[in-house]
T-cell receptor, first 113, second 115 residues
Framework: AQSVTQLGSHVSVSEGALVLLRCNYS??????LFWYVQYPNQGLQLLLK??????LVKGINGFEAEFKKSETSFHLTKPSAHMSDAAEYFC???????????FGAGTTVTVRA | EPEVTQTPSHQVTQMGQEVILRCVPI?????FYWYRQILGQKVEFLVS????????KSEIFDDQFSVERPDGSNFTLKIRSTKLEDSAMYFC?????????????FGNGTRLTVT
Protein backbone atom coordinates (compact mmCIF):
# COMPACT_ATOMS: atom_id res chain seq x y z
CA ALA A 1 0.00 0.00 0.00
CA GLN A 2 1.10 3.53 -0.65
CA SER A 3 0.61 6.60 1.47
CA VAL A 4 1.91 10.11 1.93
CA THR A 5 2.28 12.28 4.99
CA GLN A 6 2.30 16.03 4.75
CA LEU A 7 4.06 17.74 7.62
CA GLY A 8 2.30 20.89 8.72
CA SER A 9 -1.35 21.52 8.04
CA HIS A 10 -0.80 25.26 7.76
CA VAL A 11 2.15 27.27 6.51
CA SER A 12 2.36 31.05 6.60
CA VAL A 13 5.01 32.86 4.56
CA SER A 14 5.79 36.43 3.69
CA GLU A 15 5.48 37.57 0.12
CA GLY A 16 8.85 37.00 -1.56
CA ALA A 17 9.95 34.36 0.94
CA LEU A 18 10.71 30.71 0.26
CA VAL A 19 7.77 28.33 0.25
CA LEU A 20 8.61 24.83 1.51
CA LEU A 21 5.92 22.18 1.82
CA ARG A 22 6.95 18.80 3.13
CA CYS A 23 5.76 15.43 1.92
CA ASN A 24 7.06 12.01 2.86
CA TYR A 25 5.89 8.88 1.16
CA SER A 26 5.61 5.23 1.98
CA UNK A 27 5.52 2.77 -0.87
CA UNK A 28 6.43 -0.86 -1.40
CA UNK A 29 7.03 -0.21 -5.08
CA UNK A 30 8.67 2.69 -6.93
CA UNK A 31 6.18 5.47 -6.46
CA UNK A 32 4.68 8.03 -8.75
CA LEU A 33 4.32 11.27 -6.80
CA PHE A 34 2.22 14.34 -7.39
CA TRP A 35 1.59 17.78 -6.02
CA TYR A 36 -1.84 19.32 -6.55
CA VAL A 37 -3.10 22.78 -5.67
CA GLN A 38 -6.67 23.69 -4.81
CA TYR A 39 -7.87 27.26 -4.87
CA PRO A 40 -11.12 28.12 -3.08
CA ASN A 41 -14.19 26.67 -4.78
CA GLN A 42 -12.10 25.05 -7.46
CA GLY A 43 -10.95 21.55 -8.31
CA LEU A 44 -7.53 20.05 -7.92
CA GLN A 45 -4.93 21.32 -10.37
CA LEU A 46 -1.70 19.45 -11.05
CA LEU A 47 1.42 21.38 -10.12
CA LEU A 48 3.94 18.70 -10.99
CA LYS A 49 4.55 14.97 -10.96
CA UNK A 50 7.44 12.56 -10.54
CA UNK A 51 7.37 9.49 -12.75
CA UNK A 52 10.88 8.08 -12.25
CA UNK A 53 12.63 10.30 -14.75
CA UNK A 54 14.54 13.31 -13.38
CA UNK A 55 14.55 13.56 -9.59
CA LEU A 56 14.16 17.33 -9.70
CA VAL A 57 10.80 18.10 -11.18
CA LYS A 58 9.75 21.53 -12.32
CA GLY A 59 6.10 22.44 -12.35
CA ILE A 60 3.82 25.31 -13.07
CA ASN A 61 3.84 28.70 -11.34
CA GLY A 62 7.52 28.44 -10.40
CA PHE A 63 7.16 25.40 -8.15
CA GLU A 64 9.54 22.48 -8.12
CA ALA A 65 9.98 19.32 -6.10
CA GLU A 66 12.84 16.92 -5.55
CA PHE A 67 12.42 13.19 -5.20
CA LYS A 68 14.81 11.84 -2.56
CA LYS A 69 14.60 8.10 -2.26
CA SER A 70 16.98 7.94 0.68
CA GLU A 71 14.71 10.26 2.64
CA THR A 72 11.44 9.01 1.12
CA SER A 73 10.58 12.63 0.54
CA PHE A 74 9.08 14.76 -2.20
CA HIS A 75 9.10 18.28 -0.80
CA LEU A 76 7.64 21.17 -2.78
CA THR A 77 9.43 24.50 -3.00
CA LYS A 78 9.06 27.89 -4.57
CA PRO A 79 11.85 30.43 -4.14
CA SER A 80 9.66 33.50 -3.85
CA ALA A 81 6.05 33.40 -2.66
CA HIS A 82 3.39 35.44 -4.39
CA MET A 83 0.03 36.42 -2.98
CA SER A 84 -1.60 34.22 -5.63
CA ASP A 85 0.08 31.15 -4.10
CA ALA A 86 -2.38 31.21 -1.20
CA ALA A 87 -4.21 27.90 -1.56
CA GLU A 88 -4.31 24.36 -0.27
CA TYR A 89 -1.64 21.98 -1.50
CA PHE A 90 -1.91 18.22 -1.63
CA CYS A 91 0.78 15.61 -2.08
CA UNK A 92 -0.38 12.33 -3.61
CA UNK A 93 1.10 8.95 -4.52
CA UNK A 94 0.30 6.18 -6.95
CA UNK A 95 1.99 2.84 -6.64
CA UNK A 96 0.56 1.37 -9.78
CA UNK A 97 1.16 4.16 -12.23
CA UNK A 98 -2.55 4.77 -12.48
CA UNK A 99 -4.87 7.33 -10.94
CA UNK A 100 -5.90 5.44 -7.86
CA UNK A 101 -4.22 8.16 -5.86
CA UNK A 102 -3.61 8.34 -2.14
CA PHE A 103 -3.58 11.91 -0.94
CA GLY A 104 -2.03 13.59 2.02
CA ALA A 105 -4.09 15.67 4.40
CA GLY A 106 -3.17 18.90 2.68
CA THR A 107 -1.26 22.02 3.67
CA THR A 108 -2.92 25.41 3.59
CA VAL A 109 -0.58 28.20 2.55
CA THR A 110 -1.23 31.78 3.50
CA VAL A 111 0.93 34.59 2.14
CA ARG A 112 1.47 37.75 4.18
CA ALA A 113 1.99 41.03 2.42
CA GLU B 1 -8.96 24.39 -22.47
CA PRO B 2 -11.53 21.60 -22.04
CA GLU B 3 -12.87 21.20 -18.53
CA VAL B 4 -14.56 18.59 -16.40
CA THR B 5 -17.92 20.02 -15.37
CA GLN B 6 -19.78 19.01 -12.22
CA THR B 7 -23.33 19.88 -11.29
CA PRO B 8 -24.69 21.02 -8.96
CA SER B 9 -21.96 22.84 -7.10
CA HIS B 10 -23.83 22.34 -3.84
CA GLN B 11 -26.52 19.83 -3.02
CA VAL B 12 -28.44 19.53 0.21
CA THR B 13 -30.41 16.38 0.88
CA GLN B 14 -32.11 14.69 3.78
CA MET B 15 -30.77 11.54 5.35
CA GLY B 16 -32.14 8.46 3.62
CA GLN B 17 -32.75 10.20 0.31
CA GLU B 18 -31.16 9.19 -2.96
CA VAL B 19 -28.84 11.67 -4.58
CA ILE B 20 -27.22 11.75 -8.00
CA LEU B 21 -24.10 13.78 -8.61
CA ARG B 22 -23.43 14.62 -12.21
CA CYS B 23 -20.24 15.08 -14.14
CA VAL B 24 -19.42 15.79 -17.76
CA PRO B 25 -15.88 14.57 -18.39
CA ILE B 26 -13.70 15.90 -21.17
CA UNK B 27 -15.15 14.58 -24.40
CA UNK B 28 -12.37 12.30 -25.68
CA UNK B 29 -11.43 10.92 -22.28
CA UNK B 30 -11.87 7.23 -21.58
CA UNK B 31 -11.14 6.85 -17.87
CA PHE B 32 -13.33 8.34 -15.19
CA TYR B 33 -12.98 8.69 -11.45
CA TRP B 34 -14.78 9.84 -8.34
CA TYR B 35 -12.97 11.09 -5.30
CA ARG B 36 -14.38 12.61 -2.15
CA GLN B 37 -13.11 14.86 0.61
CA ILE B 38 -14.86 14.96 3.94
CA LEU B 39 -14.36 18.35 5.56
CA GLY B 40 -10.98 18.46 7.25
CA GLN B 41 -9.93 15.06 5.96
CA LYS B 42 -7.92 13.64 3.07
CA VAL B 43 -9.10 13.41 -0.49
CA GLU B 44 -10.06 9.74 -0.93
CA PHE B 45 -10.35 7.58 -4.04
CA LEU B 46 -13.81 6.11 -4.49
CA VAL B 47 -13.97 4.44 -7.89
CA SER B 48 -12.51 4.27 -11.37
CA UNK B 49 -14.54 3.48 -14.48
CA UNK B 50 -13.59 2.41 -17.97
CA UNK B 51 -15.43 0.88 -20.88
CA UNK B 52 -18.73 1.03 -18.99
CA UNK B 53 -17.41 -0.95 -16.10
CA UNK B 54 -15.95 -0.27 -12.71
CA UNK B 55 -12.20 -0.84 -12.93
CA UNK B 56 -11.44 -0.48 -9.27
CA LYS B 57 -13.23 0.68 -6.15
CA SER B 58 -12.25 1.48 -2.62
CA GLU B 59 -13.67 0.10 0.60
CA ILE B 60 -15.72 3.27 0.90
CA PHE B 61 -17.59 2.44 -2.30
CA ASP B 62 -20.12 0.03 -0.82
CA ASP B 63 -23.49 -1.10 -2.11
CA GLN B 64 -24.99 2.32 -1.40
CA PHE B 65 -22.87 3.78 -4.20
CA SER B 66 -23.15 3.24 -7.92
CA VAL B 67 -21.74 4.88 -11.02
CA GLU B 68 -23.06 5.10 -14.51
CA ARG B 69 -22.25 6.61 -17.85
CA PRO B 70 -25.81 6.73 -19.16
CA ASP B 71 -25.41 8.53 -22.44
CA GLY B 72 -21.77 8.72 -23.48
CA SER B 73 -21.25 12.20 -22.10
CA ASN B 74 -22.39 12.21 -18.48
CA PHE B 75 -20.79 10.27 -15.66
CA THR B 76 -22.90 10.01 -12.53
CA LEU B 77 -22.41 8.95 -8.95
CA LYS B 78 -25.52 7.78 -7.15
CA ILE B 79 -25.84 7.38 -3.43
CA ARG B 80 -28.91 5.29 -2.79
CA SER B 81 -29.74 6.19 0.79
CA THR B 82 -27.63 9.02 2.08
CA LYS B 83 -26.17 9.08 5.57
CA LEU B 84 -24.89 12.02 7.54
CA GLU B 85 -21.34 10.77 7.01
CA ASP B 86 -21.74 11.04 3.25
CA SER B 87 -21.50 14.81 3.62
CA ALA B 88 -18.37 15.71 1.68
CA MET B 89 -17.01 17.37 -1.43
CA TYR B 90 -17.19 14.94 -4.32
CA PHE B 91 -14.74 15.37 -7.18
CA CYS B 92 -15.09 13.86 -10.61
CA UNK B 93 -11.98 13.42 -12.74
CA UNK B 94 -11.16 12.10 -16.18
CA UNK B 95 -8.14 11.11 -18.23
CA UNK B 96 -7.56 9.94 -21.77
CA UNK B 97 -5.41 7.02 -20.66
CA UNK B 98 -5.11 5.21 -17.37
CA UNK B 99 -1.40 5.76 -16.88
CA UNK B 100 0.00 8.79 -15.11
CA UNK B 101 1.64 10.08 -18.27
CA UNK B 102 -1.85 11.13 -19.35
CA UNK B 103 -3.01 14.17 -17.36
CA UNK B 104 -5.87 13.76 -14.92
CA UNK B 105 -8.40 16.58 -14.99
CA PHE B 106 -10.55 17.31 -11.96
CA GLY B 107 -13.87 19.08 -11.83
CA ASN B 108 -14.61 21.80 -9.31
CA GLY B 109 -16.54 19.42 -7.10
CA THR B 110 -20.04 19.06 -5.71
CA ARG B 111 -20.46 19.81 -2.04
CA LEU B 112 -23.01 17.36 -0.66
CA THR B 113 -24.63 18.20 2.64
CA VAL B 114 -26.79 15.53 4.25
CA THR B 115 -29.09 16.81 6.99
Amino acid sequence: AQSVTQLGSHVSVSEGALVLLRCNYSSSVPPYLFWYVQYPNQGLQLLLKYTSAATLVKGINGFEAEFKKSETSFHLTKPSAHMSDAAEYFCAVSGQGDYKLSFGAGTTVTVRA
Amino acid sequence: EPEVTQTPSHQVTQMGQEVILRCVPISNHLYFYWYRQILGQKVEFLVSFYNNEISEKSEIFDDQFSVERPDGSNFTLKIRSTKLEDSAMYFCASAYLTGVDSPLHFGNGTRLTVT
